[in-house]
């Protein structure tokens, strides 16, 4: 069973160009969550999102970013008009439907630097 | 969810037991002690969770006070590998929502 994946594990963007981040969860589950981790820093929640539904985006910046979840396909993680600050890395998980232990599954983080 | 305390860094001999403390006064009836580590630049890893009863794993074991005001995660023989962030979090089951990470503990396993 595959764990989460996300791709590109590494992004360079310049300063204005958009950056987009895949994140397919484990095989049967229909949660994810994003992540932020700036450098020196800890993990930040960003989004929840179940299958075309984003649950809790308390963590999301208010302009410039923006996450879906569709029906087929990866999570995707966008930001647009990148700046400097982005540089970040991102962490999706996931989790199942059921989840009576809570746990979530985190995949390996895209890293991102804007020059 | 409720706060944790936890010591900045803490060092451990290769081959001996590391562990960690945590403080968690605040915690409710109803909120589950996690364990997480984030070994360089990885994704994060799930560890152990607890309610009361101290639980073990083939990771590790979690040893939680009785008045769950406080909880210890054991790693029984560190090693190199076992170097990282542990973070403790206080959450509550079957609901799905975010987690939120503290500052955690750098642990160094030393040769």
């Known amino acids: 069973n595959a764990g989460v994946m996300q791709n590109p594990r590494h992004l360079v963007r310049r300063r204005g160009q958009e950056a987009r981040l895949r994140c397919s969860p484990m095989?049967?589950?229909?949660?994810v969550y994003w992540y932020r981790q700036l450098p020196e820093e800890g993990l930040k929640f960003m989004v929840y999102?179940?299958?075309?539904?984003?649950?809790?985006e308390s963590g999301m910046p208010k302009e410039r970013f923006s996450a879906e979840f569709p029906k087929e396909g990866p999570s995707i993680l966008r930001i647009q008009q990148v700046v400097r600050g982005d540089s970040a890395a991102y962490f999706c998980?996931?989790?199942?439907?059921?989840?009576?232990?809570?746990?979530?599954?985190f995949g390996p983080g895209t890293r991102l630097t804007v020059l | 969810d409720a706060k944790t305390t936890q010591p900045t860094s803490m060092d451990c001999a290769e081959g001996r037991a590391a562990n960690l403390p945590c403080n968690h006064s605040t915690i409710s009836g109803n909120e589950y002690v996690y364990w997480y580590r984030q070994i360089h630049s990885q994704g994060p890893q799930y560890i152990i969770h607890g309610l009361k009863n101290n639980e073990t794993n083939e990771m590790a074991s979690l040893i939680i006070t009785e008045d769950r005001k406080s909880s210890t995660l054991i790693l029984p023989h560190a090693t190199l590998r076992d170097t990282a962030v542990y973070y403790c979090i206080v959450r509550v089951v079957n609901r799905d929502d975010k987690i939120i990470f503290g500052k955690g503990t750098r642990l160094h396993i030393l040769p």
């Open positions: 998980a996931s989790s199942p439907a059921r989840n009576s232990y809570n746990e979530q599954f």
């Open positions: 095989k049967g589950h229909s949660h």
């Open positions: 999102l179940q299958k075309e539904n984003i649950i809790d």
